[in-house]
């Protein structure tokens, strides 16, 4: 049984920064593609970023680029993502997943998430 739990959302101001983390049990993180995908009320769940399985790179959506930042720690067998500039416009839960294949944005990739960590931006 593949269990994914996220950690180190929050409030936090204007500008600010968070690192959320995902940690695993019943999977080992390095052969998965692992993503990051956020849900704000009224929207649909969107693509943050990702760690491809087929080429091993890291993807981001256009709305975050330059702000945030993947990574992956196989010792721990957790993934990160370090979030800086934060503006309201971020507020949403973040999701971790993990699964195979291509297009590592996409949500239907994935076969296992988290219950997500609230993100909140707001002064």
């Known amino acids: 049984q593949v269990q994914l739990v996220e950690s180190g959302g929050g409030l936090v101001q204007p500008g600010g920064s968070l690192r959320l983390s995902c940690t695993a049990s019943?999977?080992?993180?390095?052969?998965?593609?692992v993503g990051w995908f956020r849900q704000a009320p009224g929207k649909e769940r969107e693509g943050v970023s990702c760690?491809?399985?087929?080429?091993?790179?890291?993807y981001y959506g256009d709305s975050v680029k330059g702000r945030f930042t993947i990574s992956r720690d196989n010792a721990k067998n957790t993934v990160y993502l370090q979030m800086n500039g934060l503006n309201p416009e971020d507020t949403a839960v973040y999701f971790c997943?993990?699964?195979?294949?291509?297009?590592?944005?996409?949500?239907?990739?994935?076969?296992?998430w988290g219950q997500g960590t609230q993100v909140t931006v707001s002064s």
């Open positions: 760690i491809s399985t087929s080429d091993g790179r890291t």
């Open positions: 019943g999977a080992t993180l390095a052969i998965y593609g």
């Open positions: 997943a993990v699964g195979f294949g291509s297009r590592c944005l996409r949500v239907g990739m994935y076969a296992y």
